[in-house]
């Protein structure tokens, strides 16, 4: 399973990204996204914000699971309070990789959709929302800035191998 | 590079970045604070009449003051937004859809938050040519505790600084709106409760034409 996770702001700019890939199952946490696909993540990221956008007015919850699809790519959503966007892209392996590497239908990495999986993306959501809300408490930070602490980056880090 | 700790991030630009010498950044602090925790009321005055002075310079009226109060505030209803659904336990920590939802984070949550107390009244407008009008009132707003506006200014309210806060809190939610701070003590004169909150304030909240719409049409749906 490979993540590409982006914080996307009021006016759909984009305030981080960070790409990983699972630590369940013996995963190393590096991202396995094809070479030659892999920058289409960003694209297929940011069109799915069309769909956020209906849903999110739909439900006053904050996390609103899976919002798109594209191919083999499902996009988790995460909405805030002030309108800036958590998306996160996972990518299950693809059904042709070598059989060796399979999971149990029950895994969070075979199963995008999956109830097990909507849970640990939202507690993954819920650490990063916590942070997210540090980071914009310091008084030099100007709403649809950059984050480029790294202590940030670091903490995302962490909850992506904590959770997925 | 000598005061950086040891468990440093693994940034590859350490250009301007300064890490504190103790190791502890924003990020170890809780979000969560006690509820005893306050501030004392008499800094705070000072703090905000150095504010007032601040935005006093190089105005060219009362208008372009109160304007230049309601921007300071504004960054600051952006940010509360966030931190009062976050405080907010998991089950009520929803996003805030229509306007009345949005009215009564700001009249019992931020009012709580800020003043210690909820507002006193939420109204909407009985003109039926504003229907996008909403009305916060305060009875004796806690900003404008040590304010004696002079007499040649007597239409300032300093309470546009409030007002810019809850122009943040709505903006930030995605209901773009308008909001002035406008002091109706003294106007009423006679009426009851006027002549008892001579400081009394009302915010009005002019929301613009698309929150209406997507409200009508939110409230088809549902």
């Known amino acids: ?164 | 590079m000598a005061n950086l700790p040891t468990g440093k991030p693994p940034g590859k630009d350490q250009s301007g970045l300064r890490y504190p010498s103790n190791g502890k950044t924003i990020y170890h602090r809780p979000l969560n604070r006690t509820k005893t925790a306050e501030l004392s009321q008499a800094s705070f005055a000072y703090l905000f009449s150095e504010m007032i002075s601040y935005a006093q310079r190089r105005v060219t009226g009362i208008q372009d003051l109160e304007q230049r109060l309601n921007v300071q505030g504004h960054p600051l209803g952006l940010k509360l937004l966030d931190l009062l659904l976050i405080r907010e336990p998991p089950r009520t920590q929803t996003r805030p859809l229509n306007i009345i939802a949005l009215l009564h984070l700001i009249k019992i949550n931020l009012w709580t938050h800020l003043f210690g107390r909820q507002a006193d009244r939420l109204e909407k407008s009985s003109n039926p040519e504003t229907p996008d009008e909403y009305m916060i009132v305060d009875n004796e707003p806690l900003v404008n505790a040590y304010i004696s506006v002079p007499k040649e200014m007597s239409q300032l309210n300093c309470a546009a600084y409030v007002a810019g806060i809850i122009e943040g809190v709505c903006d930030g939610a995605g209901f773009p709106a308008r909001v002035t701070a406008h002091s109706v003590g003294l106007q009423e004169g006679g009426g009851g409760d006027g002549g008892m909150w001579p400081g009394k304030t009302v915010f009005l909240v002019k929301f613009e034409a698309a929150v209406l719409e997507r409200e009508a049409l939110i409230g088809g749906k549902g």
């Open chain 1, 1 to 164: 399973m490979s993540y590409y996770f982006a914080i996307i702001g009021t006016q759909d700019n984009p305030l981080f990204e960070y790409e990983f890939g699972t630590s369940k199952q013996g995963g190393d946490g590096q991202p396995r996204f094809n070479e030659q696909a892999r920058h289409m993540n960003q694209f297929v990221v940011h069109s799915s914000l069309d769909i956020v956008e209906e849903v999110q007015w739909t439900k006053g919850d904050m996390y609103l699971k899976v919002v798109d699809k594209f191919f083999n790519n499902y996009i988790s959503c995460f909405a805030t309070a002030g309108n800036v966007k958590f998306l996160l892209l996972h990518q299950p392996p693809a059904a042709t990789a070598a059989p060796s590497t399979s999971r149990s239908s029950t895994s969070i990495g075979a199963n995008p959709t999956s109830p097990q999986t909507e849970e640990a993306i939202k507690s993954f959501f819920n650490e990063v929302y916590e942070n997210y809300v540090k980071a914009i408490m310091s008084p030099f930070y100007k709403v649809n800035m950059e984050i480029r602490s790294p202590y940030f980056r670091q903490r995302v880090a962490a909850a992506g191998k904590k959770y997925l």
